[in-house]
């Protein structure tokens, strides 16, 4: 079972960065294009970034374009998302997870392989 961990979660000032890391302990996620989702405080969960499973390329929701940046290690078996110019909108909890057929990066459509992870919590203080 493919279940994903994330970490680097903290609380930061507006104009900070985090980097979020992605691991999936006893399961490989090489195969698999991955996407970060996040879900703000009372929203539904969205998707924000996704990398192929070569990780030659990526896409990513205007919310965040120019300031994420999405990349991986396949022998590290990790994904990573740098944040930077960190707004208080971006607040939510972050979840990573592994996409199955018939999910498009290119179209940002996820179809989840696995199950979800805790996810980790991004506070933005103004």
């Known amino acids: 079972q493919l279940q994903p961990v994330e970490s680097g979660g903290d609380l930061v000032h507006t104009g900070g960065s985090l980097r979020l890391t992605c691991t999936a302990p006893?399961?490989?996620?090489?195969?698999?294009?991955v996407g970060w989702f996040r879900q703000a405080p009372g929203k539904d969960r969205e998707i924000i970034s996704c990398?192929?499973?070569?990780?030659?390329?990526?896409n990513y929701a205007d919310s965040v374009k120019g300031r994420f940046t999405i990349s991986r290690d396949n022998s590290k078996n990790t994904v990573w998302l740098q944040m930077n110019d960190l707004k208080p909108e971006d607040t939510g909890t972050y979840y990573c997870?592994?996409?199955?057929?018939?999910?498009?990066?290119?179209?940002?459509?996820?179809?989840?392989?696995?199950?979800w992870g805790q996810g980790t919590q991004v506070t933005v203080s103004s």
């Open positions: 006893g399961a490989t996620l090489q195969p698999y294009p």
């Open positions: 997870v592994a996409a199955g057929y018939p999910s498009s990066c290119r179209s940002l459509v996820i179809h989840p392989f696995g199950s």
């Open positions: 990398i192929s499973a070569t990780g030659i390329n990526a």
